[in-house]
């Protein structure tokens, strides 16, 4: 992967002294396909493996371990419930950037969205099982994600073709302004003791544990006590926060910027920070 992206850097040098417009348009083509050929490993990781399958449903029986410990400390105060969330958590959208690596497009809003409305994307292995299980254990289930308020008839409509408890407006918060959970997490709060978080990302739990990858790894022993304890994550390697933590979240970064950026992230000396 990384002598393509030299060979694609090099064809533009070279094109670039020629100063053909043709050939810089040829140039630009490759770049972008070398920079979509990047997803293509992890894709093919979740869509092929049985590592990530086995993976997943293991995130989802070890919830299930979790949500009974964690309802022997419940004082019957509030109704109880689980919060997850959609995306790489209980529905799977690898089929999507399946179409972008072989459209050889970059992730846009308008394609996703286009996604998003066909409401077929797949169940994450052992979703259901999951979900079915804390809903007959007495649990709500709340579904926060990060999909556009606009998506919410469609996206209900993929969670209903599985039969998912809870699936309906009052049970799913999407996205209206703020990426931040929080503020939505605090609302299920007000009313629900929240026995347990499932997601792909960190913030699925805690703006803290952005704060905690983007600097040291260090946890504090209150934080990583509950995060251990109310959190379970699942196996993301297609996109991620911690893809845009690489960028320092820079906006308008071109996919060549992106390239150079990610080049420069790989450490042969790395050495785990914990
Ligand atoms: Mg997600």
């Given at each position: 992967?990384?002598?393509?992206?030299?060979?694609?850097?090099?064809?533009?040098?070279?094109?670039?002294a020629?100063?053909?417009?043709?050939?810089t348009?040829?140039?630009?083509?490759?770049?972008?396909?070398t920079?979509a050929?990047?997803?293509?490993?992890?894709t093919?990781?979740?869509?092929?493996?049985?590592?990530a399958?086995?993976?997943c449903?293991?995130g989802?029986?070890?919830?299930?371990?979790?949500?009974?410990?964690?309802?022997?400390?419940?004082?019957?105060?509030?109704?109880l419930?689980?919060?997850?969330?959609?995306?790489?958590?209980?529905?799977?959208?690898s089929?999507?950037?399946?179409?972008?690596?072989?459209?050889?497009?970059?992730?846009?809003?308008?394609?996703?969205?286009?996604?998003?409305?066909e409401?077929?994307?797949?169940?994450?292995?052992?979703?259901?099982?999951f979900?079915?299980?804390?809903?007959?254990?007495?649990?709500?289930?709340?579904?926060?994600?990060?999909?556009?308020?606009?998506?919410?008839?469609?996206?209900?409509?993929?969670?209903e073709r599985?039969?998912?408890?809870?699936?309906?407006?009052?049970?799913?918060?999407?996205?209206?302004?703020?990426?931040?959970?929080?503020?939505?997490?605090?609302?299920?709060?007000?009313?629900?003791?929240?026995?347990?978080?499932?997601?792909?990302?960190?913030?699925?739990?805690?703006?803290?544990?952005?704060?905690?990858?983007?600097?040291?790894?260090e946890?504090?022993?209150?934080?990583?006590?509950?995060?251990?304890?109310y959190?379970i994550?699942?196996?993301n390697p297609?996109?991620?926060?911690?893809?845009?933590?690489?960028?320092q979240?820079?906006?308008?970064?071109?996919?060549?910027?992106?390239n150079?950026?990610?080049l420069?992230?790989?450490n042969p000396?790395?050495?785990?920070?914990?």
């Open positions: 992967m990384q002598s393509k992206v030299w060979k694609a850097i090099g064809l533009i040098l070279i094109l670039g020629c100063g053909g417009a043709k050939e348009t040829t140039s630009v083509a490759v770049e972008e396909k920079y050929d990047q997803r293509l490993m992890s093919l990781w979740i869509q092929q493996s049985g590592e399958e086995l993976l449903r293991q989802f029986a070890y919830a299930w371990i979790k949500l009974q410990e964690n309802l022997k400390g419940y004082n019957g105060e509030g109704q419930a689980i919060v997850v969330d959609i995306d790489e958590t209980i529905l799977d959208n089929p999507y950037e399946a179409r972008i690596i072989l459209d050889n497009e970059n992730y846009s809003s308008e394609s996703w969205n286009d996604w998003v409305m409401a077929s994307a797949p169940l994450v292995p052992g979703a259901k099982d979900l079915m299980k804390a809903s007959e254990l007495g649990a709500v289930v709340y579904y926060v994600s990060n999909r556009k308020v606009s998506q919410l008839d469609a996206t209900i409509q993929n969670l599985y039969n998912l408890p809870f699936a309906d407006p009052d049970h799913v918060f999407l996205k209206s302004e703020d990426s931040d959970k929080t503020e939505r997490r605090e609302r299920i709060k007000f009313n629900n003791t929240v026995l347990l978080y499932v997601g792909d990302q960190l913030t699925d739990f805690s703006e803290e544990l952005k704060v905690v990858e983007q600097e040291t790894f946890y504090s022993t209150e934080l990583l006590e509950q995060t251990m304890k959190f994550i699942l196996p297609m996109y991620g926060g911690w893809e845009s933590n690489l960028y979240n820079r906006p308008g970064m071109t996919n060549e910027q992106k150079e950026v990610r420069r992230s790989l000396q790395y050495k785990p920070k914990k």
